[in-house]
């Protein structure tokens, strides 16, 4: 098998708060809804519980995120992607459900400090005071569809790989240094 | 700023994060049906100063379809409720009653 490469092969930045792109990550988007079986599928690839309305569970460095009604977004190591998906036809075998491998549709970035949520604010319609932690924010970045979470010291933000480098540009922008909302 | 929060997964979006989808609760008249129906339902709509009930989609964010009703003259939002119904749901028409005494109802 050929080497897995991120979109931006890791790029970073160092202004008022640290952003780098990190990846890749193992994803499979997981179409589902009320089927019997979904708690124990999920818990078999991520280890989690099914999240609740907008809230992603983490488990070290597998998580499970609530992505509509009727969509999970399951993150894991890149390598175990193709067991996963087995697993999950396995554990939903004659139940109506759709899993999908987007891994190398995706580009993800962390953004990290202690301001790293002014980088955010200046990009998204998102009100950060009433962002819980552990609360998956699907919204936009500028002009395009993005992911955002509180995670450790951090946020970390997902989007679609044909915009990695236009989002790395925002953040990049965004987290010049001296650029901060407020000190 | 239009901020509808969205039924399905309970955001509060703010209009960036929405595509509009136009007239709500529009009955679809197909094959069979007479021109006069057909050309009503397919380019006459309501255009009111006041209480409307529109289709938007969460683009940004969970991307389902919802129905909101508000006043197109104050950007006073009534509510928003899931698209599976054919009538706007009776808290809402309560609301909008409570709201614009002189309404003079859905139809």
């Not at chain 1, 080497?3 to 179409?31: C, K, N």
């Not at chain 2, 380019?43 to 940004?60: D, Q």
Request: a positive charge.
């Amino acid at each position: 098998m050929s080497d897995p490469i991120s979109a931006l092969q890791g790029a970073s930045f160092q202004g008022f708060a640290s952003v780098r792109e990190i990846g890749p990550v193992g994803m499979i988007t997981l179409r589902a809804k009320g089927l019997k079986s979904l708690e124990k599928a999920v818990k078999s690839v991520t280890g989690t519980k099914l999240p609740a309305q907008r809230r992603i569970e983490v488990n070290g460095d597998r998580a499970c995120a609530w992505m509509s009604p009727d969509e999970y977004l399951l993150m894991l190591p890149y390598a175990d992607v193709r067991t996963a998906l087995t697993s999950i036809a396995k554990s939903l075998a004659k139940e109506h459900f759709l899993a999908v491998d987007v891994s190398d549709a995706r580009a993800v970035f962390r953004i990290e400090g202690e301001k790293a949520d002014q980088v955010l604010q200046k990009l998204s319609p998102v009100d950060f005071e009433t962002l819980q932690p552990g609360e998956l924010r699907r919204t936009r970045a500028a002009q395009v569809a993005a992911a955002l979470w509180q995670q450790d010291d951090g946020y970390t933000l997902v989007c679609f790989r044909s915009v990695a480098s236009y989002v790395m540009g925002l953040l990049v922008h965004s987290a010049q240094p001296n650029a901060e909302l407020k000190s | 700023m239009l901020i509808l929060e969205c039924p399905y997964c309970g955001v509060k979006a703010e209009e960036t994060e929405l595509s509009p989808g136009y007239e709500a609760h529009l009955k679809r008249f197909g094959p069979g049906s007479s021109p006069e129906e057909f050309e009503a339902y397919m380019f006459a709509r309501k255009n009111p100063k006041g209480v409307h009930f529109e289709r938007w989609r969460h683009t940004y964010g969970c991307g389902k379809w919802f129905l909101a009703a508000r006043c197109t003259a104050t950007l006073e939002v009534f509510g928003t409720y899931p698209a599976q119904v054919s009538e706007p749901p009776p808290e809402i028409i309560e609301k909008i009653k409570a709201r614009r005494p002189d309404w003079k109802g859905f139809k």
